[in-house]
C-alpha cells in the first residue's frame, strides 16, 4: 500500500497567521488526494477533494495543492475556528494527522 | 440534508461480537458506495471495510477479513457492520462513510461521516 506521511504532527500558530501542512506520498497518487478537519469527539468533516477542489460550504481560506507525491493544504488565515487536527487521506490511507493548536 | 446515524456500539468482551448499524438519509443510499471507518481512542483514522452499492462487492483491511462482516439494506437505507472474534484492538469509535468514487483504484473520498460509536473491548 502507498504510505502517506504529514508533516509536521503539531504546528503552533496564532490567530491571523497562515499555516501549510504537508502530506507526502510513497509513490505518485496523481491528484486523488483528500483533506479532513476533526475536532475533538466530533466527526471528520471534509475539506479539500481531489488535491484542489473545495467542498461546497467550506470557507475560501482553506487551500489545497499538489500532485503526484508531495501536496499541502493551507489556510490563509487562521481563524479561532480551525484549531482541529488534519488528515489527508488517499484511497484506503489517511495520514497521521496534524494538530494545529493555539500559539 | 444528508445525515448518518450509527449505533449498536457498547462494551463486549474479547472473543464476542456485535453488529454496528448506520441508518442514512438525504441521498439515495442505493447509488453510493460505503465505508466504515474507525478511531481507536487519541489516534488517528483507519479505513475499515467498504461495500460497493449494490452491495455485491465487499473490501477489508487485513486486520479484520475474516472476523468483520460489511453489509447492506438498500430498502432500508441501513448499513451493517457484524464485528466477531473482537479483540482489544478493536477498540475504536466506528464511522460509517458516505464515499465518492471506488478506493480499490482509480480514486475516493469521503464527503459525509455520521457521528460514531464507539465499540469497547474490554475484560
Known amino acids: 500500500d502507498i504510505q502517506m506521511t504529514q508533516s509536521p504532527s503539531t504546528l503552533s500558530a496564532s490567530i491571523g497567521d497562515r499555516v501549510t501542512i504537508t502530506c507526502r506520498a510513497s509513490?505518485?497518487?496523481?491528484?486523488?488526494l483528500a483533506w479532513y478537519q476533526q475536532k475533538p469527539g466530533k466527526a471528520p468533516k471534509l475539506l479539500i477533494y481531489?488535491?484542489?477542489s473545495l467542498e461546497s460550504g467550506v470557507p475560501s481560506r482553506f487551500s489545497g495543492s499538489g500532485s503526484g507525491t508531495e501536496f499541502s493544504l493551507t489556510i490563509s488565515s487562521l481563524q479561532p475556528d480551525d484549531f482541529a487536527t488534519y488528515y489527508c487521506?488517499?484511497?484506503?490511507?489517511f495520514g497521521q494527522g496534524t494538530k494545529v493548536e493555539i500559539k | 440534508e444528508v445525515q448518518l446515524v450509527e449505533s449498536g456500539g457498547g462494551l463486549v468482551q474479547p472473543g464476542g461480537s456485535l453488529r454496528l448499524s448506520c441508518v442514512a438519509s438525504?441521498?439515495?443510499?442505493?447509488?453510493?458506495?460505503m465505508s466504515w471507518v474507525r478511531q481507536a481512542p487519541g489516534k488517528g483514522l483507519e479505513w475499515v471495510s467498504g461495500?460497493?452499492?449494490?452491495?455485491?462487492?465487499?473490501?477489508?483491511t487485513d486486520s479484520v477479513k475474516g472476523r468483520f462482516t460489511t453489509s447492506r439494506d438498500n430498502s432500508q437505507n441501513t448499513l451493517y457492520l457484524q464485528m466477531n472474534s473482537l479483540r482489544a484492538e478493536d477498540t475504536a469509535v466506528y464511522y460509517c462513510?458516505?464515499?465518492?468514487?471506488?478506493?480499490f483504484g482509480g480514486g475516493c473520498y469521503f464527503d459525509y461521516w455520521g457521528q460514531g460509536t464507539l465499540v469497547t473491548v474490554s475484560s
Open positions: 438525504g441521498f439515495t443510499f442505493s447509488n453510493n458506495v
Open positions: 481531489k488535491a484542489s
Open positions: 462513510a458516505k464515499q465518492i468514487g471506488y478506493c
Open positions: 461495500i460497493s452499492d449494490s452491495g455485491a462487492s465487499t473490501y477489508y
Open positions: 487521506q488517499h484511497l484506503r490511507t
Open positions: 509513490q505518485s497518487i496523481s491528484s486523488w
